[in-house]
């Protein structure tokens, strides 16, 4: 999470996509860290930030905040997290290694993951329902310029986007059982659909919600 005070914005970091280098990006239009020292701040999704946190930083800073955040396709966003838990020093019952990807998708869809598929889910953050977000600015991952623009006009400036906590490239494996696949579609059924509303253009606008 990071706030943009002169720009009225706040950064909404949806994990594996992008947060550090985006983060990076922008730290010095950003706001002091101590007002966010709250348990689960620096990846805390949309639906807690409008009821723990988005009345009092509004009062704070005297006017009304917006929200964005960036989503991943979703298989590309399970491969991620596969080839980021490859890595070394990665405890052992966090770590892919010795696991298919396969093994790893349908254990990220168990009621109860094992630890090396406790992820979350994007559409759990984003806080998604029938394609839309409650997000107020939502970009595409796989077309950030549409983000660097946004962002430029609102700080004032031109933006680049550094590598930031790149995943290895550990493995190409992107293999998916049929089987596997149906069960992914299925109970990741808003994530697909918000993705499909979501790459069309690039970007999504939501609506203010209130709390």
């Not at 399970?78 to 080839?83: A, C, E, G, N, P």
Request: net charge positive; aromatic share 8%; with cysteine.
């Amino acid at each position: 999470m990071l706030v943009l005070e002169n720009a009225r914005l706040i950064f909404l970091a949806n994990p594996k996509t992008a947060t550090q280098s985006t983060r990076a990006m922008l730290e010095r239009f950003g706001n002091n860290p101590d007002r966010l020292r709250i348990d689960g701040a620096r990846h805390m999704g949309v639906q807690h930030y409008i009821r723990k946190l988005r009345a009092g930083l509004e009062t704070e800073l005297g006017a009304p905040l917006e929200s964005f955040a960036v989503m991943r396709a979703p298989l590309d966003h399970l491969h991620s997290w596969f080839r980021y838990r490859q890595r070394d020093g990665v405890p052992p019952d966090a770590c892919t290694k010795g696991i298919s990807f396969d093994q790893f998708v349908a254990a990220t869809l168990m009621d109860a993951p094992p630890v090396y598929a406790k992820i979350g889910r994007q559409s759990q953050f984003l806080a998604a329902k029938a394609g839309r977000s409650q997000v107020e600015h939502l970009f595409d991952h796989a077309q950030m310029d549409k983000m660097i623009t946004f962002l430029s006009a609102r700080v004032g400036e031109p933006l680049h986007l550094p590598r930031r906590n790149v995943s290895p490239l550990a493995t190409a494996e992107r293999d998916l059982s049929a089987k596997t696949t149906a069960l992914m579609h299925s109970v990741m059924a808003e994530d697909f659909a918000l993705y499909t509303a979501l790459r069309q253009h690039g970007y999504l606008a939501g609506g203010r919600l209130a709390a």
